[in-house]
């Protein structure tokens, strides 16, 4: 990742890799990216069938203080279809946020749309597009 971002920046109580030796649940052909590391994404349809499990809320930014918890990844540098499958295999993540003008990901918990920040057009605030995961697709047990 850039400088500044993490992945992860250490476990929260009862993420999937909060007991020793751990591995986070994965979709097939998902990889986790390690420290420095930039994965090109997967061929075809695979990767971009992420984003069919989210609602996109265009120019909304959502973040502590802004509508969102942190949910452990910050400033990953990554496609939103990327993100999106990092997303999907952390029960922790809700969703996240996607900068389309940087190409950067956070990770995203306790979305509440109403009080999140609204781009506006011409801005640095309108590259920002938050997604959730859609109800039908969320672990039934939160």
């Not at 020793?20 to 695979?46: F, H, K, N, Y």
Request: glycine share 10%; charged share 20%.
């Amino acid at each position: 990742p850039a400088a500044g971002a993490s992945w992860p920046s250490g476990p929260s109580p009862g993420s999937p890799w909060s007991s020793p030796g751990a591995t986070l649940p994965s979709p097939p052909g998902a990889t986790l990216p390690s420290a420095g590391a930039r994965r090109a994404p997967l061929p075809g349809d695979s990767l971009r069938s992420f984003l069919t499990h989210y609602t996109i809320h265009k120019w909304l930014n959502c973040y502590p203080g802004h509508g969102a918890d942190a949910a452990q990844v910050e400033g990953l540098e990554v496609s939103a279809a990327r993100c999106a499958q990092f997303c999907w295999a952390d029960p922790q993540c809700e969703g996240f946020v996607h900068m389309w003008s940087q190409q950067k990901c956070w990770f995203r918990r306790n979305i509440l749309l109403p009080q999140c920040e609204v781009g506006q057009e011409g801005r640095e605030n309108s590259h920002f597009d938050t997604y959730t995961k859609n109800r039908l697709f969320r672990d039934p047990r939160r």
